[in-house]
């Protein structure tokens, strides 16, 4: 962001037939500060950014205008092309659904329990979340001190910080996605 920031700062104070001075002036924000957002050298504060605005009588919309979109990710990942996966030795496999997860604000899994399986009791460092939603079979997951039998269809919502575990004690396949929110591994 901070790249096509700066030239659409200059490219509003152009259209303002102001000076880098003058926009400093007026705007309170000091001249050595603007130059450098100007040339891409940092991005600025928010509260920087509001005063640029209200000096070149612009919108912080308009200032971020074209912005949003070349932020944007979009990522089609095929089943055939999913490349990472991790099988653990109590009959469980993990899936990441998507490319490069840990550049990513969630990490979408599928996890697979065969008959009798159980993944490896864990807990995340504190503020990571995990949902779960179960797609076939079906899935107890031990959180803290309780359990929750999940049948497709169902969900669970919990603080990835608590001791946790997935066991499928039946003797179907179990298939769930699991989102994990920062991701973590």
């Given at each position: 962001m901070a790249l096509k920031l700066g030239n659409r700062i200059h490219e509003l104070r152009k259209l303002k037939n102001m000076t880098l001075e003058e926009l400093s002036e007026k705007s309170g924000v000091a001249l050595a500060t603007l130059s450098r957002m100007e040339n891409n050298k940092m991005p600025g504060t928010l509260n920087s950014h509001q005063k640029i605005c209200k000096a070149l009588g612009a919108s912080l919309a308009e200032l971020y205008r074209?912005?949003?979109?070349?932020?944007?990710?979009?990522?089609?990942?095929?089943q055939n092309e999913r490349t990472e996966h991790f099988i653990s030795a109590n009959n469980t496999k993990?899936?990441?659904?998507?490319?490069?997860?840990?550049d990513k604000k969630i990490m979408p899994l599928m996890i697979k329990i065969g008959p009798g399986g159980t993944t490896q009791e864990e807990r995340n460092k504190q503020g990571v979340e995990k949902?779960?939603?179960?797609?076939?079979?079906?899935?107890?997951?031990?959180?803290?001190?309780?359990?929750?039998?999940?049948?497709?269809g169902d969900s669970l919502y919990f603080?990835?910080?608590?001791?946790?575990?997935?066991?499928?004690?039946?003797?179907?396949?179990?298939?769930?996605?699991?989102?994990?929110?920062?991701?973590?591994?």
């Open positions: 074209e912005l949003e979109d070349e932020t944007k990710t979009v990522e089609n990942v095929p993990y899936e990441l659904l998507v490319l490069k997860s840990l949902f779960v939603y179960l797609i076939k079979g079906h899935l107890e997951i031990s959180v803290g001190e309780k359990t929750y039998a999940l049948s497709p603080e990835a910080s608590l001791l946790h575990k997935f066991s499928n004690n039946s003797k179907l396949d179990t298939e769930a996605i699991c989102i994990v929110s920062p991701p973590a591994l």
